[in-house]
């Protein structure tokens, strides 16, 4: 299984970016997948996520009510669209595979284990 992203870029505070994230393979509506980002000098952290379905998500606190994840399970795509961004969403962002089949989301990275390439992205104040 692969994963390739989709958009990225840099922003004005205020303004939105949409990322998207391509599975390969057959498996994709089986896992959960994730979205994390890293900042400079710090760990990769939780963003967002959904459940296989597409019926839950979670969220880190410091997006909710700016960001939503969603899937298409016949396009094997799960997307996050940022709005209202912030300074602080700075950094590089990644899709994730959860490792095992679960109904539930979840936000240690140390449980996915298929990771896309990570793409950058950047709002100014």
């Known amino acids: 299984v692969q994963l390739r992203r989709w958009g990225g870029g840099s922003v004005q505070a205020g303004g939105s970016l949409r990322l998207s994230c391509v599975a390969s393979?057959?498996?994709?509506?089986?896992?959960?997948m994730g979205w994390f980002r890293q900042a400079p000098g710090q760990g990769r952290e939780f963003v967002a996520g959904?459940?296989?379905?597409?019926?839950?998500?979670e969220y880190a606190d410091s997006v909710k009510g700016r960001f939503t994840v969603s899937r298409d399970n016949a396009k094997n795509t799960v997307t996050l669209q940022m709005n209202s961004l912030k300074p602080e969403d700075t950094g590089v962002y990644y899709c994730?595979?959860?490792?095992?089949?679960?109904?539930?989301?979840?936000?240690?990275?140390?449980?996915?284990?298929?990771w896309g390439q990570g793409t950058q992205v950047t709002v100014s104040s």
């Open positions: 994730a595979r959860d490792s095992i089949m679960r109904p539930n989301v979840r936000t240690g990275p140390f449980e996915y284990d298929i």
């Open positions: 959904v459940n296989w379905s597409g019926a839950e998500a």
């Open positions: 393979g057959r498996t994709f509506s089986r896992f959960a």
